[in-house]
């Protein structure tokens, strides 16, 4: 594992320093959040290409805490949780105070992230903490309703950290005591102890809620608490589990080891304690996903589509309709079914060959946001993708509606939960399809399996036990 501890940056670029004086003259900005599980990651990679191409926007990305060091909780006020979100509460802070000088409007800061970037953009829409710090928010691929984006078990976690580097753990003070002597990329490297499966569950250590502290982010689970009353624009990519099965060895293991797999690859193995109905919950998944056929190469799609609705996909639709039904704000939806020249499972496995796969968990991002070392739009087609992308991105940025063209009604999603889902469907064809959708995701299915996520009386239980 590779990281840095003095990593509290930010990035800035803008393509012109004016009269900050002038209020005329400041710019809409951007802020990017990285994603990365919670556990990696760093605002360096993405820059301002694309986006700042053809528009006077002021772009940020920033860094936060990440792992143990950003997100471990002791359940009371000595560490009470969620330093890399209450990280980017301060970069914001600061973006307001100081944006001016770099020519940007404090009253015109849209937020935005991928994956775990995602849900961050939307813990902040719901935090007391963050009110007031932006105007705007897109969410790409995340939201803080997907199950990898809550921790509800991190006091234990913590103390299982604190015991495998020698630590006591009979109160919380010993155990900040003792963390602070031990090398940070031990404490890092701690996180491998729970990713027990080729990496999962990948999001071993994020964001929790908090029982004490003067100043809590998360105060109640996330939907339970208001969100700020502002425009928001939501996407999901057309494949996102796609990301997970690029390596053919995955797949063979997945068929011959579904019951212990599966737990740990859809992330409910901490959720679920007896072991007979995780099993069955396994069971349940595999019949109403594959029928009676086996898990294969054959099946890749239906794998694909249950590893996209379990870990993103209702959740990011649930989100969307949760937000719109409590604002008065718009809140726009589309899903990105574009496929490139280049996927970002090309950086997982080189030598696949992911062209007609499908549409990859962050592929759409690279046609907005540069990201480093990847000159991706090498023909016509991607760059008129990726023109289109930012047209969409730049229009919201400056009104908080996206715009594709005078063709196309891009209706907001509905006020009435109930609703089905409305939302544009980009295509490969780049082709734009206004559809509506009851069940996005396979939500009903999801909600009737007893995986116990965010279980407010189970989080309290945690503070009390020191069990893994």
């Known amino acids: 594992m590779i990281g840095q501890e003095d990593c509290l940056y930010l990035n800035i670029y803008t393509p012109k320093l004016p009269d900050y004086t002038k209020t005329s003259d400041l710019m809409n900005v951007v802020v990017f959040i990285h994603g990365g599980a919670f556990i990696s990651g760093q605002g360096s990679i993405y820059g301002p290409q694309y986006l700042l191409d053809s528009n006077n926007f002021v772009f940020v990305t920033i860094n936060y805490r990440l792992g143990v060091l950003g997100f471990a909780s002791t359940g009371d006020h000595v560490i009470p949780g969620n330093n890399g979100l209450k990280d980017q509460v301060s970069a914001l802070k600061w973006i307001q105070r100081n944006i001016k000088v770099f020519g940007g409007d404090p009253d015109s800061v849209t937020i935005t992230g991928m994956s775990a970037g995602a849900s961050s953009v939307h813990y902040h829409l719901i935090s007391p903490m963050s009110r007031g ?153 595999k019949k109403f996903y594959f029928g009676d056929q086996m898990v294969s190469t054959k099946t890749m799609s239906n794998i694909i589509k249950m590893i996209s609705d379990r870990l993103f996909g209702y959740a990011i639709s649930n989100a969307a309709q949760h937000i719109a039904s409590k604002n008065s704000a718009s809140v726009y939806f589309h899903e990105f079914g574009y496929s490139g020249n280049y996927s970002i499972l090309a950086d997982i496995n080189p030598n696949f060959d992911s062209r007609g796969s499908g549409v990859c968990h962050g592929d759409e991002t690279m046609y907005v946001i540069s990201m480093a070392g990847k000159n991706v739009h090498r023909n016509e087609k991607d760059t008129n993708m990726m023109k289109t992308m930012v047209t969409i991105w730049a229009s919201f940025i400056k009104n908080g509606k996206p715009y594709i063209g005078d063709k196309v009604n891009w209706l907001p999603v509905s006020k009435n939960f109930r609703d089905p889902l409305r939302y544009i469907k980009i295509t490969q064809n780049q082709t734009f399809e206004v559809k509506e959708q009851q069940n996005h995701g396979n939500l009903l299915f999801w909600n009737s399996l007893p995986l116990n996520e965010f279980d407010l009386i189970n989080m309290k239980e945690d503070r009390r036990h020191i069990e893994l």
């Open 133 to 285: 710090l932006f105007n705007r928010a897109i969410l790409q691929s995340g939201s803080a309703f997907c199950n990898w984006a809550y921790t509800e078990n991190v006091v234990q976690k913590t103390k299982f950290v604190a015991n495998i580097l020698g630590c006591q753990t009979n109160n919380s003070m010993d155990i900040v005591r003792c963390l602070l002597s031990r090398p940070g990329k031990s404490i890092a490297e701690s996180v491998s102890y729970f990713t027990q499966w080729k990496g999962n569950p990948f999001t071993p250590f994020g964001p929790t809620l908090e029982f004490e502290g003067e100043e809590k982010f998360l105060p109640d689970i996330p939907e339970k608490l208001v969100p700020y009353d502002i425009p928001v624009l939501v996407s999901t990519t057309q494949d996102e589990g796609l990301i997970f099965i690029a390596l053919k060895e995955f797949i063979d293991e997945l068929n011959s080891n579904w019951d212990e797999c599966i737990p740990h690859l859809l992330d409910y193995n901490y959720t679920i304690s007896n072991e007979y109905l995780k099993t069955k919950v396994a069971q349940d998944i």
